[in-house]
């Protein structure tokens, strides 16, 4: 089993910049890939993030050039660096590890407005 515990989100301005945090524990050996997904009320959730075990990533188009996503060694914690947010990006982030199972986190609100 992993556990996947996501920090950092909150209430921001647009144009402002957050770094959400999810940290894995448990049997970590077995993660492969990890990414960011999120969810706004009303919509399906979707991928914002991923990135692979050889550090390949691909981002939505909606954020390409805005979100930096990255898992430094020892890649038991991913970060997601988004800065220039916008409204639109005002949803609930789920962290997702992918191993022998898929793995998610509780969920982290970002909320965006002025």
């Known amino acids: 089993q992993v556990q996947l515990v996501e920090s950092g989100g909150g209430l921001v301005q647009p144009g402002g910049s957050l770094r959400l945090s999810c940290a894995a524990s448990?049997?970590?050996?077995?993660?492969?890939?990890m990414g960011w997904y999120r969810q706004a009320p009303g919509k399906q959730r979707e991928l914002v993030a991923h990135?692979?075990?050889?550090?390949?990533?691909n981002y939505a188009d909606s954020v390409k050039g805005r979100f930096t996503i990255s898992r430094p060694y020892p890649k038991t914690t991913v970060y997601l660096q988004m800065n220039s947010l916008k409204p639109e990006d005002t949803a609930v982030y789920y962290c997702?590890?992918?191993?022998?199972?898929?793995?998610w986190g509780q969920g982290t609100q970002v909320t965006v407005s002025s």
């Open positions: 990135i692979s075990s050889g550090g390949t990533t």
């Open positions: 997702n590890a992918m191993g022998e199972l898929n793995y």
């Open positions: 448990g049997s970590i050996f077995s993660i492969n890939a």
